[in-house]
């Protein structure tokens, strides 16, 4: 394994906390500080470029992103009105200086800036922070708020760089806190930081916590019962008023229930949460300096020292050559990125100034709407796009409206609605007048129109009373289907295609504000770009598919374009969730966590901390001498992740136990705990996200939350489940596919013996027992034969070798390789369909789904990609396999022609179930797809004529 050292370092700066020690740094009790001769204040930025440049000449950070706090409420606030309400609000001149300061980051450092609307820049770190480990980048996050210690992690290699000594201590560097750093200063570690502002609360942030108890008696329960829920449910069994357990005693006792709601409370407060959504994903890496915006900007503000320091911030910040004000435009100049004008359209490497018509009176509006409705062609459908104040769709405004007719740079117009008005602003037409308008047109199955993402679209004109008809390309869907391995958004689409990069939302809009603050003008060329582009991508993208055959065109038309509104309904439809029975439930996982804490150290037979990898680690290894060939080494100590202690499972008691515990510690967290706070206050109910265009498979994900991971094979992971609720006095329905996949291997092989088992309704599972039990036809199996025969039936999907058989199964080594060696000979036809698919992917390049979806394989042009073109009955798949992680890919092509038809048939599913529900009027609806697995709502005295609709349909 590399060297930790070896990964780029990702510098993520917590920038309030910074900006505000900058100023009180030069300003004690906000007065006076750093400012230029005609009064401008510059200790903000004096301050925080200093500490930016002294860390970044130590650090040098491969990568470089400061987080911000957003001017409107969190969901901190919405929980507790009292959440930080007594901070007195800054002098009016730090917000100058930050604005001062933000525009020097964004405009001359290239140093991405990113907030989170409704969450606090700590969330951001978080969630960057997360991102970046999985991504490979060791994390250091700069900052003076002891909050971030939770976000330590040493075997992802999180560090917080501490800027302690208060903010006018004199040359004090920070200090890098890693878990140990953590104990030293907290007495506690990372993993328990919350509970420890759970139950002493924060005075700085108006935390409450439990009253009267202090951080001595806080750290002493902590260490007893490992958490909140370990001591609430250790109190739960104390039943007698005199009764005491541990710590818990007396007058303590009193307390902690007195303050149990307080408790709970102060530990949402203090969680910081670590995947919250982005309005953009940040870029990560440095980008490029523009020294001579940056000594303008600095002598502007009179910071010579700095100005001497330029040649040094551009050496440290940028990730290649520096560009300066003779190659890039100035800021006011940025909105379009524009070189040269073409008089009819964007050529490739050529960007250009769109000419879009403002629509802001009446007669410019049905002018344009004679234009829309003229347009009838569906090989040059009209792009479409609605900019609004949030990616929410259900808490966005409607700001404007785009549409473009044809590939020239006038073909274009734009119908600004609710931008923020000013003496300059032209004058705008009212949205109802607008949306009547338009309705004809946006209603219409008739009128011909291409968007990207077309189910955000639809999702805000659908809020507005507009359903959105006549789609006929989804340029993001289009290209999902050519190529389900590369990026579709539109930004990629346009480098990819023109070689050209569009304006970004964050370059356009400021930061807390949103798209309503854009000038009508910026906000013409930037939406007008949208439509251009996508009207282009439309021609373009269409035509590449019928080149790729009229199959793959028949998936886009018929089945991806018909299934984005059925999701968008039931996104719009959303599902309620019952909070007071995940309430009960946490408290009962919380039991069960602390019996399996107690059962893990009886086995252990030393006290150790479950939640800590380094305790872990040394136990397993060190104390109780597992196998170590069986784990890797890191930084810290021996790695404890999933897969190790999966490979230990048999070796000692206390790893199942371990790995029990970390379910249901997952599923508490993840489900329990975080679906409450993802209810909408507006509709009472989670609107997960149904991502199209993201699995290379052709599978639906969710997200926001994600409710298809939600396991089921626990018990506790099946009462999630429970607490999700039909409509009031209705109930929910769940319908799915018995053994599709496998069902699917046996029509795509054509293997005889499993076709007449399934012809004749046979048990397909103990029909497989048998043999490789050689067992007669007519033999009795058992419960545990029959799963033996279900993990080899469905393992061999996924091509599942011996090892993994006998782990599963639990024979031996030698029996699993004896298993399969049987099942191959007996079902010969389902390996050589399978051996096909890997010599057609290696051949080609791609496999194909019954529907004729493709799944892309590039492998690497010195490996396996020399095999292209070739015969693919020439192939030596045995050597091929050999091939390290591109053997990984053979195995990922010989599953996807089952897998995506799986996911082909149940989105055929969907689409004609929702339309024959519309057709017969009966009261019900889709609210959720779970891979094989539909779940509908309605009303009981339609379920018998819902069931056999749903049968039949299915």
């Known amino acids: 394994m ?22 009180y740094a030069f300003s004690k009790g906000g007065e006076g500080g750093l400012s230029t001769k005609a009064g401008v204040a510059t200790s903000v930025t004096y301050g925080f470029l200093k500490t930016l440049l002294d860390n970044c000449k130590l650090l040098k950070p491969a990568g470089l992103v400061v987080a911000f706090d957003t001017a409107e409420p969190t969901f901190r606030h919405q929980a507790d009105a009292a959440y930080k309400a007594h901070r007195d609000v800054a002098p009016e001149h730090f917000f100058s200086d930050l604005a001062n300061l933000q525009l020097i980051l964004k405009e001359s450092l290239d140093i991405p800036l990113a907030m989170a609307p409704g969450f606090e820049a700590d969330d951001v770190l978080g969630t960057l922070a997360n991102r970046g480990a999985d991504q490979g980048w060791r994390i250091r996050i700069l900052s003076g708020d002891r909050d971030l210690f939770q976000l330590v992690d040493d075997e992802r290699d999180i560090a917080v760089l501490y800027m302690g000594g208060g903010p006018y201590a004199k040359n004090s560097g920070p200090t890098e806190i890693r878990r140990e750093g953590v104990i030293a200063k907290l007495g506690v570690t990372p993993e328990e930081v919350v509970d420890l502002k759970a139950l002493t609360g924060d005075s700085s942030d108006n935390i409450p916590g439990v009253k009267g108890v202090g951080p001595k008696t806080a750290i002493n329960l902590l260490k007893e019962f490992s958490n909140v829920d370990g001591i609430y449910a250790a109190l739960a069994e104390l039943n007698d008023p005199k009764a005491s357990k541990g710590s818990l005693k007396g007058t303590l ?12 409370r102060s530990r949402m407060l203090a969680e910081i949460l670590i995947n919250v959504p982005l309005p953009e994903e940040p870029r990560l890496e440095l980008g490029l300096v523009n020294s001579d915006l940056l000594s303008s900007s600095l002598e502007e503000l009179e910071l010579h020292s700095l100005v001497k320091q330029v040649p040094t911030f551009r050496n440290l910040f940028s990730a290649g050559a520096e560009t300066s004000k003779t190659e890039t435009a100035k800021p006011e100049d940025q909105k379009i990125d524009s070189k040269a004008e073409k008089p009819n359209e964007i050529e490739s490497n050529q960007p250009t100034t769109l000419k879009p018509d403002l629509i802001t009176t009446t007669t410019c509006l049905d002018a344009l709407m004679a234009r829309l409705m003229a347009a009838t062609d569906p090989k040059k459908p009209i792009a479409l796009d609605t900019e609004t104040t949030s990616l929410n769709p259900f808490k966005a405004e409607l700001v404007g409206i785009g549409v473009a007719w044809g590939e020239g740079v006038s073909d274009i117009a734009y119908i600004p609605i609710a931008h923020q008005q000013s003496l300059t602003t032209p004058s705008q037409l009212p949205l109802d007048e607008v949306l009547m308008a338009l309705s004809p047109w946006i209603t219409s199955a008739q009128h011909p129109k291409a968007l990207q993402n077309a189910k955000y679209d639809r999702l805000i004109l659908l809020r507005h009373g507009l359903p959105l008809q006549g789609v006929v390309i989804d340029t993001l869907l289009a290209d999902y289907l050519i190529d389900p391995n590369a990026k579709h958004g539109l930004d990629e689409l346009a ?30 060329q930037y939406c007008g770009m949208d439509v251009h582009l996508t009207y282009r991508l439309a021609l373009i993208l269409r035509q590449q598919l019928d080149g790729l055959g009229s199959e793959l065109s028949k998936l886009l038309d018929q089945l991806e ?17 019952d909070i007071p029975y995940l309430q009960e439930l946490g408290t009962e996982i919380a039991k069960q966590l602390l019996l399996l804490e107690t059962e893990a150290r009886s086995k252990a037979g030393i006290e150790f901390n479950l939640a800590s990898p380094k305790q872990l680690g040394e136990l397993l290894f060190e104390t109780l001498g597992l196998d170590r060939k069986k784990s890797r080494k890191t930084k810290t100590g021996w790695s404890t992740d999933a897969a190790v202690l999966e490979k230990l499972e048999a070796d000692h008691p206390v790893v199942p136990i371990v790995l029990e515990h970390r379910t249901l510690s997952k599923l508490k967290s993840t489900y329990v705990d975080a679906l409450p706070l993802l209810v909408e206050a507006e509709t009472g109910r989670v609107h997960t996200d149904f991502n199209q265009a993201v699995t290379a498979t052709g599978r639906l994900s969710s997200s926001n939350p994600n409710l298809q991971n939600i396991p089921i094979r626990t018990a506790y992971s099946r009462q999630i489940r429970k607490a999700f609720l039909p409509q009031e006095g209705w109930q929910l329905l769940s319908a799915d596919y018995s053994q599709i996949e496998l069902r699917i291997l046996t029509h795509l092989s ?21 043999l490789l039990l050689d067992k007669a036809a007519d033999a009795v199996i058992s419960r545990d034969e ?96 050999r091939g390290g992680m591109e053997a990984q890919q053979l195995r990922a092509a010989a599953n996807a022609p089952i897998q995506g038809s799986s996911a082909d048939i149940i989105k055929l599913a969907m689409v004609q179930l929702n339309q024959k529900l519309a057709d017969t009027g009966l009261p019900a609806r889709l609210l959720l797809q779970v891979h094989d697995e539909l779940v509908l709502e309605c009303d009981p005295l339609a379920q018998k004529e819902v069931m056999a609709l749903v049968k039949n349909t299915m």
Do not use: C, W
Not at 4 to 18: A, N, R
Not at 561 to 577: F, S, W
Not at 750 to 770: C, F, M, S
């Open 495 to 524: 480098k990819r295609h023109f070689n050209f990069t569009p304006t970004s939302f964050t370059d356009l809009v400021a930061k807390g504000q949103n798209f309503s603050s854009v000038a009508i003008d910026a906000a013409a």
């Open 786 to 881: 029959r799963r033996l025969g279900k993990t080899i039936n469905f393992g061999v999907i996924y091509g599942m070798g011996a090892q993994r058989f006998a782990r599963e199964t639990g024979v031996g080594q030698a029996e699993a390789k004896e298993f399969l060696t049987k099942y191959k000979q007996r079902y010969q036809k389902v390996f050589t369909f399978l051996e096909m698919q890997e010599r057609l992917a290696l051949s080609r390049g791609y496999v194909e789904t019954i529907l004729a979806r493709r799944r892309i394989f590039n492998f690497d042009p010195n490996g396996l990609g020399r095999l292209k073109g070739k015969d693919p009955m020439e192939i030596n798949l045995e050597q091929a396999r």
């Open 253 to 264: 006792i009193e307390k902690l229930r007195a303050d149990q709601d307080n408790a709970y």
């Open 750 to 770: 054509g293997e005889e013996v499993l076709v007449e088992a399934y012809n004749n309704g046979n048990d397909v599972h103990a029909l497989t027992a048998r």
């Open 561 to 577: 374009l018909p299934l984005e509104p059925v999701l968008a309904l039931m996104e719009a439809t959303g599902i309620r969730i």
């Open 2 to 23: 590399a060297h930790t050292l070896s990964k780029p370092l990702l510098l993520l700066i917590d920038g309030h906390s910074l900006a505000f020690r900058s100023f």
